[in-house]
């Protein structure tokens, strides 16, 4: 087993952090899409909303992109 460098096990932890975090916020959306749990929309709470996913998935992609190039 090779040893990580700690820029990749960052980016490893990181990774891992923001998919978990996705996953919570897609499945919230989806509830309350389904009107399965009542969450009041606003207009601000849906721009927030989306700010917050674009972030999580920029830093998703950060990370996916500093392990593709650790690992060569």
Do not use: E, H
Not at 9 to 38: E, Q
Not at 50 to 64: K, Q
């Amino acid at each position: 087993m090779s040893r990580l460098s700690k820029i990749s096990r960052v980016s490893v932890a990181l990774g891992g952090f923001l998919i978990f975090v996705g996953m919570i916020i897609v499945a919230i959306s989806t509830l309350a899409f389904f009107d399965v749990i009542a969450m009041p929309r606003t207009p601000l709470q849906g721009k927030l909303f989306m700010w917050v996913l674009l972030i999580i998935s920029l830093l998703n992609l950060t990370s996916g992109i500093l392990l593709l190039y650790k690992g060569r």
